[in-house]
């Protein structure tokens, strides 16, 4: 059984920095891409960054500059560093990996983390 357990959401002023956790546990053999998605009211989620296992990144355009994505394998860990937050970046924050497991491989994803970002 895996699990995608997120931290590090909450209120935070324009301008300011969070920074978001998604650890991976369970029966786990390997982790390919982790990414980080998120979901404004009335909106689709949307892709934010994401890392590939061997530490290629890509961002969506609206978070380049801002954002950092990193990982650390041996923890199984993946990180978003959110800088010079605005109003609109406020949403849910959903990890995503693809992991494979004994019987398959396939996208698991965390329960979300709210992000709310004042004015």
């Known amino acids: 059984q895996v699990q995608l357990v997120e931290s590090g959401g909450g209120l935070v002023q324009a301008g300011g920095s969070l920074r978001l956790s998604c650890a991976a546990s369970?029966?786990?053999?390997?982790?390919?891409?982790m990414a980080w998605y998120r979901q404004a009211p009335g909106k689709q989620r949307e892709l934010v960054a994401a890392i590939t296992s061997s530490g290629s990144t890509n961002y969506a355009d609206s978070v380049k500059g801002r954002f950092t994505i990193s990982r650390d394998n041996a923890k199984r860990t993946v990180y978003l560093q959110m800088n010079s937050l605005k109003p609109e970046d406020t949403a849910v924050y959903y990890c995503?990996?693809?992991?494979?497991?004994?019987?398959?491989?396939?996208?698991?994803w965390g329960q979300g983390t709210q992000v709310t970002v004042s004015s």
């Open positions: 995503n990996a693809r992991i494979q497991v004994v019987i398959n491989t396939r996208d698991y």
């Open positions: 369970g029966s786990i053999r390997s982790i390919g891409t």
